[in-house]
């Protein structure tokens, strides 16, 4: 592994929050990755699922650490940090996916996106002026609904935080590949309208935190759950579950936005 960390659930800084594939998000308290190289990820149902070093493989995409079980039914993928990640480089807000196979729906594997990290403390944030600009990435899932049709996403995000007036506002551009024949679809643009800052820098054992509305062409289309991370708000993070309209119907889309300050 490429760092060394721990996120317990009695540290008030820490925090995980999970987005299944469909589903909602919600907030979980636990996730390590372990001295020896090991990982332990907790799924949306409370199970702790365990990788060891030795099932560490190569994966897809050179800028995750990726483990699967011998028995290839079980999958941890976990974003590089710094240097060792060429798309972007977090210090603070991690984030990753879980998938299992499901026995009774071949080809539809259990999926969860997380973000994990050190949090912000509140007053940080509540004490801050002026204004700045956060980009970073979109990775996550999509499936169109009542139809075979899935999706691995790809995309791009920015933030505009105003400090002064304790807002923040953002846009999310999202591709789909099929998973099966890799054609591309773009998605239309996702916003944010002006948000608390302060909503996205509560307790990290508060369920609701930072859960806002995003809109697609003027209508909500799910929401995204962001928390910032490092000790002066230096990234944020959230996991996100939106519903869209248009190609070949509804599509569900779940994943995680990640982004650092220019």
């Known amino acids: 592994m490429i760092t060394v960390e721990q996120f317990q659930a009695n540290q008030v800084v820490l ?101 994990y990290g050190i949090l912000t403390p509140y007053a940080t944030m509540a004490n801050r002026f002026g204004t700045a600009q956060y980009t970073g990435v979109v990775h996550g899932a999509g499936e169109v609904l009542g139809a075979s049709t899935r999706y691995d996403l790809q995309g791009s995000v920015n933030y505009t935080m105003d400090f002064t007036s304790e807002t923040y506002t953002g ?22 309208p002006a948000v608390s800052i302060l909503a996205a820098n509560q307790s990290p054992n508060s369920p609701a935190a930072g859960a806002v509305n995003a809109f697609q062409n003027g209508a909500v289309v799910g929401q995204i759950t962001n928390r910032f991370f490092g000790l002066a708000g230096d990234e944020i993070a959230g996991v996100f579950n939106f519903t869209v309209p248009g190609g070949p119907g509804p599509t569900n889309l779940v994943g995680v936005a990640a982004a650092k300050r220019n």
């Open 171 to 192: 846009s999310l551009a999202i591709k789909g590949f099929d998973t099966v024949t890799s054609a591309e679809r773009d998605f239309d643009p996702i916003s944010i």
């Open 15 to 115: 925090g995980e929050d999970i987005a299944t594939a469909p589903g909602a998000a919600q907030h979980v308290t636990s996730f390590s990755l372990n001295p020896q190289g090991s990982a332990t990820y907790f799924t949306s149902t409370g199970a702790a699922e365990s990788f060891i070093a030795a099932e560490e493989v190569a994966g897809a995409s050179p800028n995750f650490t990726v483990y699967r079980t011998a028995a290839g039914d079980e999958e941890l993928d976990l974003y590089k940090p710094g240097t060792a990640n060429s798309e972007l480089q977090l210090t603070y807000a991690g984030f990753g996916e879980w998938r299992r196979d499901n026995p009774s729906a071949p080809g539809q594997p259990d999926r969860e996106f997380f973000t």
